[in-house]
């Protein structure tokens, strides 16, 4: 039979002697290994991430947007643009917490009125102006901290008053406390002017996990009345429609199935005020619906990528193989002196597998090394920092120890097929 330890030391021991052939033979499967572990790192930290952002906006939240939609033909007109027939208007909302009210914790609206600088005598801040209705920040999950929010009265009187970030606070009025600030006014400029605002609630900022990386934090939210958002886009443009592109629901704690409450509140709409529009309707999206989709096509974007990485592993394999025919080679002798001595094919197969795993188990576990190392740095830079999960290391270590008596099988079978009586007289 063989003896299993005195292979391993004997592999151990060709390593040693060749050190930078060793290497070279290894670097196949390092790259490999290494760019497998490296990438589904960075992707299981990404999904978590956008998991954890789309789970605070809460569980049973769900969104309505406007859809274009298809002719008899399928087909759409893009050069139409939505008019104000087909937007969501208050009517409509109004009409809709008449039927689901009982299920709806709370619903918003939000209207983009651009960006521009908060000013403070010398002290600036960049913000972006939105407009929301009353109690709508709740909803997205912004915390205030201080004062309010803008309350039904703000909204319906248009008034100049602002819910601003404590970040803001800090920057434009550096030793003033958060509740000192309620009540002072900033002035905000614009491309369609300058405004000015009365703070009357601060928010805690706060941007975590990915979407910092895509946000940054240089500029905070500057929360304004609704029609105060609008009256600022008519400043530069009179065709600014009545009504809204979209609609955020957060559904009571009786609500169970987002995915059913968001078809329910999509067949209302569509049915109720949008079955004579020819061109436009409503689709309705659960936070469950698009964290899957979210979830899916990031797993599609690693799969693709961790394949392309894994040609790298076939093109380790190959060099182990051909290092292995050049070892089989050199020791051509040595393999006929042990066969003359009663060594059996057996042993000499194993052998030869024996020393192409560990050659691709040294390569997998720098590889792996080097993976979690690469893949942490990647996460934290993307502001969501992972380690990799113990299965895929010990999956990535295996599979390097199955490449390796894949790719070691020939070689060994060559050796152990060799005649003793040529291999001896091999020079």
């Known amino acids: 039979m063989f003896n299993l330890k005195e292979n391993i030391l004997l592999a151990i021991n060709g390593l040693r002697s060749n050190k930078m052939r060793a290497l070279l033979t290894m670097l196949g499967i390092i790259i490999g290994i290494s760019s497998v572990i490296t990438i589904v790192t960075i992707g299981d930290s990404l999904t978590r991430s956008i998991t954890d952002v789309f789970n605070d906006l809460g569980a049973n939240s769900i969104s309505l947007r406007l859809n274009d939609k298809p002719d008899e033909y399928g087909n759409i007109d893009w050069s139409r643009p939505w008019g104000e027939e087909d937007m969501i208007t208050q009517e409509m909302i109004d009409q809709y917490m008449e039927v689901f009210g009982d299920r709806v914790k709370a619903w918003a609206v939000s209207e983009s009125a651009g960006s521009g600088q908060v000013l403070n005598g010398r ?6 102006v939105i407009g929301v209705n009353a109690n709508a920040l709740g909803i997205q999950n912004v915390d205030v901290v201080a004062g309010h929010d803008l309350q039904e009265r703000d909204v319906s009187g248009n008034k100049r008053v602002a819910v601003v970030s404590d970040k803001m606070v800090n920057d434009l009025f550096p030793d003033t406390g958060l509740q000192e600030a309620l009540g002072k006014e900033v002035r905000v400029r614009m491309s369609q002017g300058t405004f000015t605002f009365m703070i009357v609630g601060v928010y805690h900022f706060e941007v975590s996990g990915v979407m910092a990386g895509a ?28 009504g809204y592109y979209y609609l955020q629901i957060r559904g009571n704690d009786n609500v169970t199935d987002s995915r059913a409450f968001a078809q329910e509140t999509e067949d209302f709409f569509n049915k109720r005020f949008y079955r004579g529009n020819r061109y436009v309707g409503t689709v309705a999206y659960s936070m469950d619906s698009e964290i899957d989709m979210m979830t899916q096509m990031l797993g599609t974007m690693k799969l693709a990528i961790s394949v392309i990485a894994a040609i790298s592993l076939l093109v380790g394999g190959i060099g182990v193989m051909n290092i292995m025919l050049v070892s089989v080679t050199e020791r051509t002798r040595e393999i006929g002196t042990r066969k003359a001595l009663g060594a059996k094919n057996l042993a000499i197969r194993i052998q030869f597998i024996v020393e192409s795993m560990i050659i691709c188990m040294f390569g997998g576990i720098i590889g792996v090394t080097l993976g979690t190392v ?21 999956i990535a270590v295996g599979f390097s120890m199955a490449i390796g008596v894949f790719f070691g099988y020939y070689p060994a079978n060559k050796a152990a097929k060799l005649d003793p009586i040529e291999a001896l007289r091999y020079e």
């Open 123 to 128: 002290r600036e801040a960049r913000c972006n």
């Open 215 to 242: 946000v940054g934090d240089t500029s905070s939210n500057l929360f304004v009345p609704v029609g105060v958002a609008k009256d600022i886009q008519r400043v530069s443009n009179d065709d600014i429609r009545e």
């Open 374 to 394: 690469l893949g942490r740095v990647g996460s934290m830079l993307l502001q969501a920092p992972g380690w990799p999960s113990i299965s895929i290391v010990v």
